[in-house]
Protein backbone atom coordinates (compact mmCIF):
# COMPACT_ATOMS: atom_id res chain seq x y z
CA UNK A 1 0.00 0.00 0.00
CA UNK A 2 3.15 2.28 -0.53
CA UNK A 3 4.25 4.27 -3.27
CA UNK A 4 7.43 3.20 -5.17
CA UNK A 5 9.72 5.28 -7.89
CA UNK A 6 12.86 4.96 -8.79
CA UNK A 7 15.00 6.09 -12.22
CA UNK A 8 18.29 5.68 -13.98
CA UNK A 9 19.56 8.82 -15.87
CA UNK A 10 22.39 11.14 -17.01
CA UNK A 11 20.29 14.09 -15.49
CA UNK A 12 19.63 14.73 -11.75
CA UNK A 13 16.29 12.56 -10.71
CA UNK A 14 15.45 14.01 -7.52
CA UNK A 15 12.42 16.44 -8.66
CA UNK A 16 10.62 13.55 -10.66
CA UNK A 17 11.20 11.09 -7.75
CA UNK A 18 9.31 13.73 -5.81
CA UNK A 19 6.95 14.18 -8.21
CA UNK A 20 5.98 10.54 -8.37
CA UNK A 21 5.57 10.31 -4.97
CA UNK A 22 3.12 13.04 -5.15
CA UNK A 23 1.11 11.04 -8.21
CA UNK A 24 1.46 7.88 -5.47
CA UNK A 25 0.52 9.50 -2.34
CA UNK A 26 -2.81 8.14 -1.96
CA UNK A 27 -1.33 5.19 -1.54
CA UNK A 28 -0.18 5.61 1.75
CA UNK A 29 1.48 9.12 3.67
CA UNK A 30 2.72 8.43 7.09
CA UNK A 31 6.20 8.77 5.86
CA UNK A 32 8.38 9.71 2.48
CA UNK A 33 11.55 9.47 1.53
CA UNK A 34 14.78 9.50 -1.09
CA UNK A 35 17.96 7.88 -1.99
CA UNK A 36 19.90 8.81 -4.53
CA UNK A 37 23.80 7.94 -5.59
CA UNK A 38 26.20 10.86 -6.10
CA UNK A 39 29.12 10.31 -7.64
CA UNK A 40 30.84 7.55 -4.93
CA UNK A 41 28.31 8.62 -2.01
CA UNK A 42 24.63 7.43 -0.91
CA UNK A 43 22.44 10.10 -0.11
CA UNK A 44 19.25 9.71 1.93
CA UNK A 45 16.66 12.05 3.14
CA UNK A 46 13.47 10.66 4.69
CA UNK A 47 10.69 12.65 6.59
CA UNK A 48 7.69 11.85 8.67
CA UNK A 49 4.40 12.39 7.25
CA UNK A 50 3.38 13.69 3.83
CA UNK A 51 5.26 14.17 0.64
CA UNK A 52 5.47 17.60 1.03
CA UNK A 53 7.40 17.61 4.07
CA UNK A 54 10.20 15.57 2.26
CA UNK A 55 10.25 18.34 -0.66
CA UNK A 56 10.60 21.19 1.36
CA UNK A 57 13.73 18.89 3.41
CA UNK A 58 14.86 18.86 -0.38
CA UNK A 59 14.90 22.45 -0.83
CA UNK A 60 16.98 22.95 2.37
CA UNK A 61 19.52 20.02 1.40
CA UNK A 62 19.32 19.68 -2.55
CA UNK A 63 20.29 16.43 -4.03
CA UNK A 64 21.50 15.57 -7.52
CA UNK A 65 22.58 11.91 -8.76
CA UNK A 66 21.20 9.87 -11.63
CA UNK A 67 20.31 6.96 -9.72
CA UNK A 68 17.57 6.69 -7.09
CA UNK A 69 15.11 5.59 -5.63
CA UNK A 70 12.25 6.81 -3.41
CA UNK A 71 8.74 5.88 -1.51
CA UNK A 72 5.90 7.00 0.47
CA UNK A 73 4.57 4.81 3.53
CA UNK A 74 1.60 3.32 4.76
CA UNK A 75 2.78 1.51 7.92
CA UNK A 76 2.79 -1.96 8.40
CA UNK A 77 5.76 -3.04 10.66
CA UNK A 78 6.39 -0.71 12.54
CA UNK A 79 5.46 2.96 13.84
CA UNK A 80 5.70 5.94 11.32
CA UNK A 81 8.58 7.30 11.97
CA UNK A 82 11.60 8.79 10.56
CA UNK A 83 13.56 5.48 11.47
CA UNK A 84 10.99 3.58 10.10
CA UNK A 85 10.53 5.45 6.45
CA UNK A 86 11.75 4.04 3.00
CA UNK A 87 14.43 4.09 1.96
CA UNK A 88 16.71 1.62 4.17
CA UNK A 89 20.14 0.72 3.95
CA UNK A 90 22.51 -1.71 4.77
CA UNK A 91 25.79 0.38 5.65
CA UNK A 92 27.33 2.66 3.08
CA UNK A 93 26.22 1.04 0.10
CA UNK A 94 22.66 -0.69 -0.40
CA UNK A 95 19.50 1.02 -0.11
CA UNK A 96 16.19 -0.40 -1.01
CA UNK A 97 12.42 0.74 -1.37
CA UNK A 98 9.73 -2.06 -0.49
CA UNK A 99 6.16 -2.09 -1.11
CA UNK A 100 3.89 -5.32 0.87
CA UNK A 101 4.80 -7.75 3.73
CA UNK A 102 7.89 -9.97 4.16
CA UNK A 103 6.37 -12.86 6.15
CA UNK A 104 9.17 -14.64 7.74
CA UNK A 105 11.09 -11.44 8.08
CA UNK A 106 11.76 -12.39 12.07
CA UNK A 107 13.58 -15.53 11.35
CA UNK A 108 15.72 -13.59 8.07
CA UNK A 109 16.41 -10.54 10.75
CA UNK A 110 17.36 -13.55 13.18
CA UNK A 111 19.70 -14.98 11.30
CA UNK A 112 21.59 -11.17 9.21
CA UNK A 113 21.81 -10.17 12.90
CA UNK A 114 24.25 -13.34 14.12
CA UNK A 115 26.17 -12.49 10.50
CA UNK A 116 26.72 -9.35 12.23
CA UNK A 117 24.17 -7.14 10.46
CA UNK A 118 22.75 -4.24 12.74
CA UNK A 119 19.36 -3.41 12.19
CA UNK A 120 18.12 0.78 13.47
CA UNK A 121 14.57 -0.18 12.10
CA UNK A 122 11.48 -2.22 13.39
CA UNK A 123 10.25 -2.61 9.77
CA UNK A 124 10.26 -5.91 7.65
CA UNK A 125 11.99 -4.36 4.77
CA UNK A 126 15.20 -3.32 6.29
CA UNK A 127 15.96 -7.26 5.97
CA UNK A 128 15.97 -6.87 2.45
CA UNK A 129 18.37 -4.39 2.38
CA UNK A 130 20.65 -6.70 4.62
CA UNK A 131 20.17 -9.56 2.96
CA UNK A 132 20.96 -8.19 -0.35
CA UNK A 133 24.27 -6.69 0.55
CA UNK A 134 25.18 -10.47 2.29
CA UNK A 135 24.31 -11.88 -1.03
CA UNK A 136 26.62 -10.00 -2.64
CA UNK A 137 29.65 -11.15 -0.87
CA UNK A 138 29.22 -14.22 -3.58
CA UNK A 139 27.10 -13.05 -6.23
CA UNK A 140 28.84 -11.39 -9.27
CA UNK A 141 26.26 -8.36 -9.86
CA UNK A 142 23.40 -6.64 -7.71
CA UNK A 143 20.23 -8.85 -10.09
CA UNK A 144 22.33 -11.77 -8.95
CA UNK A 145 21.82 -10.87 -5.34
CA UNK A 146 18.21 -10.27 -6.04
CA UNK A 147 17.09 -13.21 -7.37
CA UNK A 148 19.13 -15.17 -4.04
CA UNK A 149 17.62 -13.15 -1.96
CA UNK A 150 14.11 -13.16 -3.66
CA UNK A 151 14.28 -17.34 -2.98
CA UNK A 152 14.65 -16.54 0.61
CA UNK A 153 12.17 -13.94 0.96
CA UNK A 154 8.31 -15.17 2.00
CA UNK A 155 5.49 -12.87 0.97
CA UNK A 156 3.74 -10.22 -1.03
CA UNK A 157 6.44 -7.43 -2.10
CA UNK A 158 7.35 -5.06 -4.41
CA UNK A 159 11.43 -3.68 -3.99
CA UNK A 160 13.29 -1.72 -6.20
CA UNK A 161 17.30 -1.49 -4.90
CA UNK A 162 20.16 0.49 -5.65
CA UNK A 163 24.07 0.01 -5.20
CA UNK A 164 26.36 3.44 -4.20
CA UNK A 165 28.92 1.02 -5.68
CA UNK A 166 27.24 0.34 -9.33
CA UNK A 167 25.16 3.80 -9.84
CA UNK A 168 24.85 2.96 -13.49
CA UNK A 169 21.44 0.53 -12.39
CA UNK A 170 18.91 -0.13 -10.33
CA UNK A 171 16.91 -3.45 -9.74
CA UNK A 172 13.54 -4.56 -8.73
CA UNK A 173 11.65 -7.48 -7.98
CA UNK A 174 7.67 -8.49 -7.91
CA UNK A 175 6.11 -11.37 -6.01
CA UNK A 176 2.51 -9.78 -5.45
CA UNK A 177 3.00 -6.25 -5.29
CA UNK A 178 2.80 -4.56 -8.65
CA UNK A 179 5.42 -3.01 -10.04
CA UNK A 180 6.07 -1.11 -13.94
CA UNK A 181 8.90 0.12 -15.54
CA UNK A 182 8.72 3.11 -17.85
CA UNK A 183 11.08 3.66 -20.83
CA UNK A 184 12.65 6.76 -22.19
CA UNK A 185 14.97 7.76 -24.31
CA UNK A 186 18.42 7.47 -22.61
CA UNK A 187 17.33 7.14 -19.28
CA UNK A 188 14.54 4.20 -17.62
CA UNK A 189 12.16 4.17 -14.49
CA UNK A 190 10.19 2.15 -12.15
CA UNK A 191 7.07 2.46 -10.22
CA UNK A 192 4.69 0.91 -8.25
CA UNK A 193 2.12 2.27 -10.67
CA UNK A 194 2.48 4.11 -14.01
CA UNK A 195 0.62 7.46 -12.56
CA UNK A 196 3.72 8.01 -11.51
CA UNK A 197 5.69 8.47 -14.55
CA UNK A 198 3.34 10.11 -16.73
CA UNK A 199 5.05 12.78 -16.77
CA UNK A 200 8.55 11.88 -17.92
CA UNK A 201 6.77 8.47 -20.02
CA UNK A 202 3.93 6.73 -21.86
CA UNK A 203 5.60 3.78 -22.63
CA UNK A 204 5.72 0.99 -20.41
CA UNK A 205 6.25 -2.77 -19.27
CA UNK A 206 4.35 -4.38 -16.87
CA UNK A 207 6.37 -6.93 -14.85
CA UNK A 208 4.57 -10.59 -14.48
CA UNK A 209 4.47 -12.70 -11.14
CA UNK A 210 7.81 -13.33 -9.66
CA UNK A 211 10.03 -11.49 -12.09
CA UNK A 212 13.27 -9.68 -11.25
CA UNK A 213 14.26 -6.83 -13.33
CA UNK A 214 17.67 -4.75 -14.14
CA UNK A 215 17.02 -1.36 -15.16
CA UNK A 216 20.31 0.43 -17.02
CA UNK A 217 19.91 4.10 -18.74
CA UNK A 218 19.71 2.05 -21.89
CA UNK A 219 18.59 -1.89 -21.41
CA UNK A 220 16.52 -3.40 -19.68
CA UNK A 221 17.14 -6.96 -18.58
CA UNK A 222 14.03 -9.40 -17.34
CA UNK A 223 14.37 -12.75 -15.62
CA UNK A 224 10.98 -14.44 -14.63
CA UNK A 225 10.13 -16.90 -11.62
CA UNK A 226 12.62 -19.66 -12.93
CA UNK A 227 15.52 -17.49 -13.21
CA UNK A 228 15.16 -17.56 -17.18
CA UNK A 229 15.38 -14.73 -19.56
CA UNK A 230 12.13 -12.88 -20.72
CA UNK A 231 11.11 -10.42 -22.58
CA UNK A 232 7.50 -8.63 -21.65
CA UNK A 233 5.78 -6.74 -24.02
CA UNK A 234 5.79 -2.87 -24.06
CA UNK A 235 2.66 -0.96 -23.79
CA UNK A 236 1.71 2.83 -24.70
CA UNK A 237 -0.68 4.07 -22.26
CA UNK A 238 -3.33 6.77 -22.99
CA UNK A 239 -4.17 7.05 -18.83
CA UNK A 240 -4.84 10.92 -18.71
CA UNK A 241 -4.03 11.40 -14.86
CA UNK A 242 -5.93 14.87 -13.39
CA UNK A 243 -3.94 14.63 -9.43
CA UNK A 244 -2.71 18.00 -9.91
CA UNK A 245 -6.11 19.66 -10.55
CA UNK A 246 -9.02 20.22 -8.03
CA UNK A 247 -10.30 22.13 -10.58
CA UNK A 248 -12.41 24.88 -8.58
CA UNK A 249 -13.15 21.92 -5.82
CA UNK A 250 -11.21 22.05 -1.87
CA UNK A 251 -11.07 18.13 -2.37
CA UNK A 252 -10.55 15.71 -4.78
CA UNK A 253 -13.39 13.74 -3.02
CA UNK A 254 -15.60 16.33 -3.93
CA UNK A 255 -14.71 17.05 -7.18
CA UNK A 256 -15.00 13.40 -7.56
CA UNK A 257 -18.44 12.98 -6.65
CA UNK A 258 -19.50 15.99 -8.97
CA UNK A 259 -17.66 13.85 -11.95
CA UNK A 260 -20.32 10.88 -11.50
CA UNK A 261 -22.27 11.90 -14.51
CA UNK A 262 -19.88 12.14 -16.48
CA UNK A 263 -17.75 9.11 -15.59
CA UNK A 264 -21.37 7.41 -16.17
CA UNK A 265 -21.56 8.44 -19.11
CA UNK A 266 -17.77 7.37 -20.00
CA UNK A 267 -18.74 4.15 -19.29
CA UNK A 268 -21.78 3.43 -21.16
CA UNK A 269 -20.23 4.97 -24.48
CA UNK A 270 -20.30 2.55 -27.03
CA UNK A 271 -21.37 -0.30 -24.62
CA UNK A 272 -25.18 0.04 -25.30
CA UNK A 273 -27.19 0.69 -28.52
CA UNK A 274 -30.84 2.37 -28.74
CA UNK A 275 -32.01 -1.11 -27.15
CA UNK A 276 -29.56 -3.56 -26.30
CA UNK A 277 -26.19 -4.30 -24.54
CA UNK A 278 -23.34 -4.58 -26.12
CA UNK A 279 -22.30 -8.59 -24.94
CA UNK A 280 -18.24 -7.72 -26.76
CA UNK A 281 -17.84 -5.21 -23.86
CA UNK A 282 -17.34 -8.06 -21.58
CA UNK A 283 -14.67 -9.31 -23.89
CA UNK A 284 -13.65 -11.48 -26.82
CA UNK A 285 -16.41 -14.73 -26.78
CA UNK A 286 -18.16 -13.27 -23.86
CA UNK A 287 -21.45 -13.82 -25.45
CA UNK A 288 -20.61 -17.75 -25.63
CA UNK A 289 -19.64 -17.85 -22.54
CA UNK A 290 -22.25 -16.49 -20.50
CA UNK A 291 -24.86 -18.61 -22.37
CA UNK A 292 -23.40 -21.03 -20.15
CA UNK A 293 -22.81 -19.52 -16.94
CA UNK A 294 -25.75 -21.01 -14.10
CA UNK A 295 -23.80 -19.20 -11.03
CA UNK A 296 -21.97 -16.30 -9.62
CA UNK A 297 -19.80 -15.59 -7.44
CA UNK A 298 -18.50 -12.03 -6.70
CA UNK A 299 -15.34 -11.39 -4.61
CA UNK A 300 -14.26 -8.24 -3.49
CA UNK A 301 -13.33 -5.86 -0.59
CA UNK A 302 -14.60 -2.44 1.18
CA UNK A 303 -16.35 -0.31 -1.07
CA UNK A 304 -16.25 -2.46 -3.92
CA UNK A 305 -17.94 -5.59 -2.03
CA UNK A 306 -20.81 -3.38 -1.54
CA UNK A 307 -21.39 -2.71 -5.40
CA UNK A 308 -20.95 -6.90 -5.77
CA UNK A 309 -24.01 -6.82 -2.89
CA UNK A 310 -26.06 -4.93 -4.79
CA UNK A 311 -25.45 -6.66 -7.97
CA UNK A 312 -26.46 -9.95 -6.30
CA UNK A 313 -29.73 -8.65 -6.26
CA UNK A 314 -30.03 -8.37 -10.03
CA UNK A 315 -28.60 -11.10 -10.72
CA UNK A 316 -31.17 -13.10 -9.51
CA UNK A 317 -33.90 -11.02 -9.71
CA UNK A 318 -33.08 -9.31 -13.63
CA UNK A 319 -30.80 -12.65 -14.84
CA UNK A 320 -32.36 -15.57 -12.85
CA UNK A 321 -29.04 -16.65 -12.23
CA UNK A 322 -27.70 -17.57 -8.81
CA UNK A 323 -25.07 -14.99 -7.57
CA UNK A 324 -22.94 -15.65 -3.84
CA UNK A 325 -21.14 -12.27 -2.56
CA UNK A 326 -17.66 -12.61 -0.31
CA UNK A 327 -15.20 -10.54 1.48
CA UNK A 328 -11.87 -11.73 -1.15
CA UNK A 329 -9.95 -12.01 3.13
CA UNK A 330 -12.66 -14.50 4.12
CA UNK A 331 -12.95 -16.29 0.18
CA UNK A 332 -9.30 -17.17 0.04
CA UNK A 333 -8.79 -18.99 3.59
CA UNK A 334 -11.93 -21.23 3.43
CA UNK A 335 -13.00 -24.37 1.84
CA UNK A 336 -15.39 -23.77 -0.91
CA UNK A 337 -17.90 -25.19 -2.93
CA UNK A 338 -18.05 -24.45 -6.66
CA UNK A 339 -21.37 -25.43 -8.51
CA UNK A 340 -21.41 -26.15 -12.00
CA UNK A 341 -20.98 -23.67 -14.39
CA UNK A 342 -19.69 -20.90 -12.40
CA UNK A 343 -18.25 -17.51 -13.24
CA UNK A 344 -15.99 -15.50 -10.82
CA UNK A 345 -16.50 -11.83 -10.91
CA UNK A 346 -13.94 -9.64 -9.38
CA UNK A 347 -14.08 -6.19 -8.09
CA UNK A 348 -11.68 -3.86 -7.55
CA UNK A 349 -11.00 -0.03 -8.45
CA UNK A 350 -7.13 -0.37 -8.65
CA UNK A 351 -6.83 -4.10 -10.26
CA UNK A 352 -4.16 -4.97 -7.24
CA UNK A 353 -5.94 -5.52 -4.45
CA UNK A 354 -3.68 -8.06 -2.74
CA UNK A 355 -6.88 -10.43 -1.05
CA UNK A 356 -9.28 -9.95 -4.45
CA UNK A 357 -5.82 -11.24 -7.04
CA UNK A 358 -5.07 -14.29 -4.28
CA UNK A 359 -8.62 -14.81 -4.16
CA UNK A 360 -8.89 -14.67 -8.38
CA UNK A 361 -5.48 -17.01 -8.42
CA UNK A 362 -7.32 -19.33 -5.65
CA UNK A 363 -10.40 -19.63 -7.83
CA UNK A 364 -8.42 -20.72 -11.29
CA UNK A 365 -7.36 -24.03 -8.86
CA UNK A 366 -11.17 -24.44 -7.86
CA UNK A 367 -12.94 -25.17 -11.35
CA UNK A 368 -14.59 -21.99 -11.92
CA UNK A 369 -15.73 -22.22 -15.86
CA UNK A 370 -14.07 -18.08 -16.31
CA UNK A 371 -13.31 -15.49 -14.51
CA UNK A 372 -14.10 -12.03 -15.63
CA UNK A 373 -12.88 -8.73 -13.70
CA UNK A 374 -14.43 -5.08 -13.25
CA UNK A 375 -11.67 -2.62 -13.11
CA UNK A 376 -10.71 0.69 -13.88
CA UNK A 377 -6.63 0.27 -14.42
CA UNK A 378 -5.64 -0.98 -17.85
CA UNK A 379 -3.07 -3.50 -17.58
CA UNK A 380 -3.40 -3.83 -14.08
CA UNK A 381 -2.63 -7.41 -12.34
CA UNK A 382 -6.51 -8.54 -11.93
CA UNK A 383 -7.12 -7.28 -15.83
CA UNK A 384 -3.64 -9.23 -16.93
CA UNK A 385 -4.61 -12.20 -15.03
CA UNK A 386 -8.36 -12.73 -15.87
CA UNK A 387 -10.05 -14.59 -18.98
CA UNK A 388 -12.21 -11.25 -19.47
CA UNK A 389 -12.39 -7.71 -18.32
CA UNK A 390 -14.75 -4.71 -18.26
CA UNK A 391 -13.12 -1.44 -18.27
CA UNK A 392 -14.79 0.68 -15.99
CA UNK A 393 -13.27 4.40 -17.63
CA UNK A 394 -13.82 6.44 -14.43
CA UNK A 395 -10.94 8.25 -14.75
CA UNK A 396 -8.43 8.64 -11.99
CA UNK A 397 -9.94 8.10 -8.46
CA UNK A 398 -7.52 10.25 -6.24
CA UNK A 399 -9.37 10.59 -3.01
CA UNK A 400 -9.07 7.66 -0.92
CA UNK A 401 -12.95 7.16 -0.22
CA UNK A 402 -14.31 5.72 -3.74
CA UNK A 403 -17.05 7.70 -4.65
CA UNK A 404 -17.12 8.02 -8.31
CA UNK A 405 -15.37 4.22 -9.18
CA UNK A 406 -18.47 2.76 -6.56
CA UNK A 407 -21.34 4.34 -8.72
CA UNK A 408 -19.23 3.19 -12.33
CA UNK A 409 -18.78 -0.59 -10.65
CA UNK A 410 -22.78 -0.70 -10.17
CA UNK A 411 -23.32 0.32 -13.90
CA UNK A 412 -20.89 -1.89 -15.15
CA UNK A 413 -22.47 -4.80 -12.95
CA UNK A 414 -25.98 -3.79 -14.18
CA UNK A 415 -24.53 -4.02 -17.91
CA UNK A 416 -23.42 -7.90 -16.96
CA UNK A 417 -26.30 -8.33 -15.52
CA UNK A 418 -28.37 -7.68 -18.56
CA UNK A 419 -25.84 -9.10 -21.09
CA UNK A 420 -26.08 -12.56 -18.63
CA UNK A 421 -29.80 -12.26 -18.64
CA UNK A 422 -30.12 -11.95 -22.64
CA UNK A 423 -27.93 -14.81 -22.91
CA UNK A 424 -30.66 -16.85 -20.70
CA UNK A 425 -33.77 -15.52 -22.39
CA UNK A 426 -34.59 -12.55 -20.89
CA UNK A 427 -37.05 -10.62 -22.88
CA UNK A 428 -35.35 -8.09 -25.23
CA UNK A 429 -38.40 -5.49 -24.00
CA UNK A 430 -36.73 -5.51 -20.04
CA UNK A 431 -33.31 -5.25 -21.63
CA UNK A 432 -34.53 -2.56 -23.93
CA UNK A 433 -36.39 -0.35 -20.62
CA UNK A 434 -33.30 -1.18 -18.80
CA UNK A 435 -31.53 0.74 -21.21
CA UNK A 436 -33.67 3.44 -21.65
CA UNK A 437 -32.83 4.23 -17.77
CA UNK A 438 -29.14 3.70 -17.81
CA UNK A 439 -29.09 6.77 -20.81
CA UNK A 440 -31.33 8.69 -17.94
CA UNK A 441 -29.29 7.94 -14.94
CA UNK A 442 -26.35 10.72 -15.62
CA UNK A 443 -29.23 13.54 -15.62
CA UNK A 444 -30.61 11.67 -12.62
CA UNK A 445 -27.42 11.90 -10.82
CA UNK A 446 -26.59 15.52 -11.65
CA UNK A 447 -30.25 16.57 -10.26
CA UNK A 448 -29.24 15.03 -7.14
CA UNK A 449 -25.92 16.76 -7.07
CA UNK A 450 -28.46 20.03 -6.63
CA UNK A 451 -28.55 18.78 -3.36
CA UNK A 452 -25.26 20.17 -1.86
CA UNK A 453 -25.94 22.85 -0.26
CA UNK A 454 -29.48 21.40 1.51
CA UNK A 455 -26.65 18.28 2.99
CA UNK A 456 -24.19 20.56 3.47
CA UNK A 457 -26.94 22.67 6.18
CA UNK A 458 -27.76 18.98 7.55
CA UNK A 459 -24.78 17.93 8.23
CA UNK A 460 -24.31 20.49 11.13
CA UNK A 461 -26.57 18.30 12.57
CA UNK A 462 -24.04 15.95 13.22
CA UNK A 463 -20.92 18.39 14.45
CA UNK A 464 -21.29 16.90 18.15
CA UNK A 465 -21.72 13.20 17.37
CA UNK A 466 -20.01 10.18 17.69
CA UNK A 467 -22.35 7.66 16.22
CA UNK A 468 -25.03 6.80 13.97
CA UNK A 469 -26.83 4.37 12.21
CA UNK A 470 -27.67 3.64 8.29
CA UNK A 471 -31.03 1.60 7.26
CA UNK A 472 -32.17 0.42 4.02
CA UNK A 473 -34.29 -2.74 2.95
CA UNK A 474 -33.49 -5.14 -0.20
CA UNK A 475 -30.76 -3.82 -2.65
CA UNK A 476 -30.66 -0.74 -0.70
CA UNK A 477 -29.25 -2.21 2.31
CA UNK A 478 -26.06 -2.38 0.41
CA UNK A 479 -26.18 1.66 -0.13
CA UNK A 480 -26.83 2.08 3.92
CA UNK A 481 -23.34 0.07 4.13
CA UNK A 482 -21.67 2.25 1.62
CA UNK A 483 -23.04 5.31 3.41
CA UNK A 484 -22.16 4.31 6.96
CA UNK A 485 -18.12 3.12 5.52
CA UNK A 486 -17.66 6.59 4.04
CA UNK A 487 -18.90 8.39 7.02
CA UNK A 488 -16.18 6.76 8.89
CA UNK A 489 -13.68 6.53 6.83
CA UNK A 490 -13.10 10.36 6.50
CA UNK A 491 -15.42 12.25 9.43
CA UNK A 492 -14.03 9.15 12.00
CA UNK A 493 -17.53 8.52 12.96
CA UNK A 494 -18.64 5.48 14.43
CA UNK A 495 -21.32 4.71 11.68
CA UNK A 496 -22.84 0.93 11.36
CA UNK A 497 -25.37 -0.12 8.88
CA UNK A 498 -28.57 -2.59 9.12
CA UNK A 499 -30.93 -4.09 7.12
CA UNK A 500 -33.70 -2.39 8.74
CA UNK A 501 -35.82 -5.19 9.54
CA UNK A 502 -33.32 -6.20 11.95
CA UNK A 503 -33.70 -3.01 14.07
CA UNK A 504 -36.08 -4.92 16.48
CA UNK A 505 -33.35 -7.75 17.08
CA UNK A 506 -30.44 -5.61 19.11
CA UNK A 507 -29.77 -2.79 17.46
CA UNK A 508 -33.05 -0.76 19.14
CA UNK A 509 -31.17 -1.08 22.16
CA UNK A 510 -28.42 1.73 20.48
CA UNK A 511 -31.49 4.56 19.75
CA UNK A 512 -31.82 7.68 21.60
CA UNK A 513 -32.27 11.23 20.99
CA UNK A 514 -28.52 11.64 20.38
CA UNK A 515 -28.40 8.69 17.79
CA UNK A 516 -28.46 9.79 14.10
CA UNK A 517 -30.50 7.71 11.81
CA UNK A 518 -30.12 7.62 8.43
CA UNK A 519 -32.57 5.99 6.04
CA UNK A 520 -32.75 5.41 2.13
CA UNK A 521 -36.17 4.94 1.05
CA UNK A 522 -36.55 4.76 -2.62
CA UNK A 523 -40.42 4.14 -3.86
CA UNK A 524 -40.76 0.31 -4.05
CA UNK A 525 -42.21 -2.77 -2.83
CA UNK A 526 -40.50 -2.48 0.50
CA UNK A 527 -41.44 0.93 1.53
CA UNK A 528 -44.05 0.46 3.64
CA UNK A 529 -42.16 -2.36 5.28
CA UNK A 530 -39.38 0.83 5.97
CA UNK A 531 -42.17 3.12 7.58
CA UNK A 532 -43.06 0.41 10.41
CA UNK A 533 -39.13 0.28 10.92
CA UNK A 534 -38.57 4.28 10.73
CA UNK A 535 -41.46 4.45 13.68
CA UNK A 536 -39.82 1.96 15.65
CA UNK A 537 -37.24 4.63 15.80
CA UNK A 538 -38.97 7.44 16.41
CA UNK A 539 -41.17 5.88 19.13
CA UNK A 540 -37.74 6.05 20.70
CA UNK A 541 -36.99 9.25 20.33
CA UNK A 542 -34.40 8.64 17.22
CA UNK A 543 -33.60 11.28 15.30
CA UNK A 544 -34.59 10.85 11.62
CA UNK A 545 -32.56 11.45 7.89
CA UNK A 546 -35.06 10.64 5.54
CA UNK A 547 -33.42 10.24 1.65
CA UNK A 548 -36.94 9.68 0.07
CA UNK A 549 -38.20 9.35 -3.35
CA UNK A 550 -40.92 12.59 -4.08
CA UNK A 551 -43.30 10.17 -4.57
CA UNK A 552 -43.00 8.30 -1.14
CA UNK A 553 -45.10 11.11 0.46
CA UNK A 554 -43.00 11.23 3.79
CA UNK A 555 -43.37 14.22 6.86
CA UNK A 556 -40.75 16.91 7.43
CA UNK A 557 -41.55 17.67 11.10
CA UNK A 558 -40.35 16.96 14.90
CA UNK A 559 -37.64 14.09 14.81
CA UNK A 560 -37.76 13.33 10.80
CA UNK A 561 -35.46 15.41 8.47
CA UNK A 562 -36.56 14.24 5.04
CA UNK A 563 -34.36 14.77 1.64
CA UNK A 564 -36.80 14.42 -1.47
CA UNK A 565 -35.17 12.83 -4.56
CA UNK A 566 -36.54 12.48 -8.16
CA UNK A 567 -38.24 9.06 -8.58
CA UNK A 568 -36.24 6.57 -10.48
CA UNK A 569 -36.64 3.21 -11.39
CA UNK A 570 -36.35 0.44 -8.93
CA UNK A 571 -33.47 -1.19 -10.37
CA UNK A 572 -30.87 1.54 -10.51
CA UNK A 573 -32.11 3.65 -7.15
CA UNK A 574 -29.20 1.94 -5.37
CA UNK A 575 -27.02 4.09 -7.66
CA UNK A 576 -28.76 7.27 -6.83
CA UNK A 577 -29.44 7.11 -3.42
CA UNK A 578 -25.29 6.78 -3.16
CA UNK A 579 -25.03 10.44 -4.03
CA UNK A 580 -26.59 12.11 -1.64
CA UNK A 581 -24.96 9.63 1.44
CA UNK A 582 -21.56 10.61 -0.05
CA UNK A 583 -21.98 14.16 -0.16
CA UNK A 584 -23.17 14.02 3.87
CA UNK A 585 -20.06 12.18 4.35
CA UNK A 586 -18.21 14.66 2.69
CA UNK A 587 -19.61 17.81 4.73
CA UNK A 588 -19.75 15.94 8.01
CA UNK A 589 -16.10 15.82 7.56
CA UNK A 590 -15.37 19.28 6.89
CA UNK A 591 -17.13 19.88 9.98
CA UNK A 592 -15.14 17.42 12.37
CA UNK A 593 -11.57 19.57 10.21
CA UNK A 594 -10.61 15.81 9.06
CA UNK A 595 -8.50 15.26 6.09
CA UNK A 596 -10.87 13.97 3.39
CA UNK A 597 -8.67 13.20 0.66
CA UNK A 598 -6.17 11.09 3.11
CA UNK A 599 -8.22 10.18 5.77
CA UNK A 600 -5.95 8.42 9.17
CA UNK A 601 -4.47 4.95 8.63
CA UNK A 602 -6.16 4.58 5.40
CA UNK A 603 -4.69 3.78 1.62
CA UNK A 604 -5.75 4.12 -1.92
CA UNK A 605 -4.46 0.86 -3.60
CA UNK A 606 -4.48 -2.04 -0.48
CA UNK A 607 -1.41 -3.75 -1.69
CA UNK A 608 -1.10 -5.72 1.23
CA UNK A 609 -2.94 -8.60 2.85
Known amino acids: MCGIVGAVAQRDVAEILIEGLRRLEYR???????????????????????????????????????????????????????????????GENIAVVHNGIIENHAELRERLQAEGFVFTSQTDTEVIAHLIEWELRSASSLLEAMQAARKQLEGAYGAAVIDRRDPSRLVVARSGSPLVIGLGIGENFVASDQLALLPVTREFIFLEEGDVAEITRRDVTIVDKHDEPVVRESHQSDVQHDAGDKGPYKHF????????????????????????????????????????????????????????????????????????????????????????????????????????????????????KATLTICNVPGSSLVRESDLAYMMRAGAEIGVAST????????????????????????????????????????????????????????????????ALFLGRGSQYPIAME??????????????????????????ALIDNDMPVIVVAP??????????????????????YVFADKAARFGDGEGTRLIELDHISDALAPVLYTVPLQLLSYYVAIIKGTDVDQPRNLAKSVTVE
Not at 326 to 343: D, H, M, Q, T, W
Not at 424 to 440: M, W
Not at 523 to 544: D, F, I, Y
Open 253 to 368: MLKEIFEQPQAILNTLEGRITDSDVVTETFGAGAKELLGGIDFVQIIACGTSYHSGMVARYWFEQIAGVACQVEIASEFRYRKSVVPANGLLITISQSGETADTLAALRLAKELGY
Open 483 to 508: GALKLKEISYIHAEAYAAGELKHGPL
Open 404 to 467: KAFTVQLVGLMLLVLALGKAKGLPASTISQAVKDLRALPAQIQQALELNDTIADLAEDFADKHH
Open 28 to 90: GYDSAGVAIIDGDQLNRIRRVGKVSELSQALEQEPMSGGTGIAHTRWATHGVPNEVNAHPHVS
Open 523 to 544: NNELLEKLRSNMEEVAARGGQL
